[in-house]
């Protein structure tokens, strides 16, 4: 049922759009992220939407950073517990495969870059790279902002590989359907195990 209307800043009925855009995602796929719907799920009509965003592609553009701010706001948390001993790593990974998988965001990149629009992932990709920098800037060592890249590297493309076709891939090699996610987590606790193994070394000097 179509929300009260109200009056919203601009910046207000954006994120009221997109947010709806996102329920549309998970529930429907992305062909369902249209500015009609979308205005009809907010109440608002299609030219307020065209007005906001400019086109169909925009709305999706804007999704896509939404997505990839939120996904990597939550990771970034969950990474900081997991360096704290208050997370297990498989927690990271599961976060990051559903945010691909169940929330959509895999199915989103690939139906925009489908449709033409190549600069689909700049949004994601452009979150990703803030929270590697943030994650790489309190490491105990230079050289770890390396490790922490080829992991990151290594778990979205796993993430994003696995919501396109990990399920006929791990039933054709005879493989589990977790098993790309038992993959990303073995590398990633080596990782943090690594970590807490410099920051103790660093603590007895």
Request: aromatic share 2%.
């Amino acid at each position: 049922m179509p929300i009260k209307r109200s009056r919203l800043s601009p910046d207000e009925s954006r994120l009221v759009a997109v947010e709806a855009a996102r329920t549309l995602l998970i529930e429907a796929g992305p062909q369902a992220v249209t500015l009609k719907a979308v205005a009809g799920r907010i109440g608002r009509t299609h030219a307020n939407l065209l007005h906001h965003f400019g086109s169909a592609a925009g709305l999706q553009k804007a999704l896509a950073a939404y997505l990839g701010d939120t996904i990597t706001a939550t990771i970034g948390e969950a990474v900081d517990a997991a360096r704290r001993g208050e997370v297990e790593p498989r927690r990271i990974v599961d976060m990051t495969f559903d945010a691909f998988d169940r929330d959509g965001a895999g199915a989103l990149a690939s139906w925009m870059l489908a449709s033409g629009n190549e600069d689909a992932l700049d949004p994601v990709v452009d979150a990703i790279h803030r929270l590697v920098d943030k994650l790489a800037a309190t490491a105990p060592f230079p050289d770890m902002g390396n490790v922490i890249r080829e992991n990151t590297l290594m778990l979205v493309l796993l993430a994003l590989g696995d919501s396109q076709m990990g399920g006929p891939m791990a039933a054709a090699l005879g493989q589990s359907r977790e098993k790309a996610r038992e993959i990303a987590t073995r590398s990633l606790t080596i990782a943090l195990m690594h970590e807490a193994a410099s920051r103790a070394a660093q603590a007895e000097v």
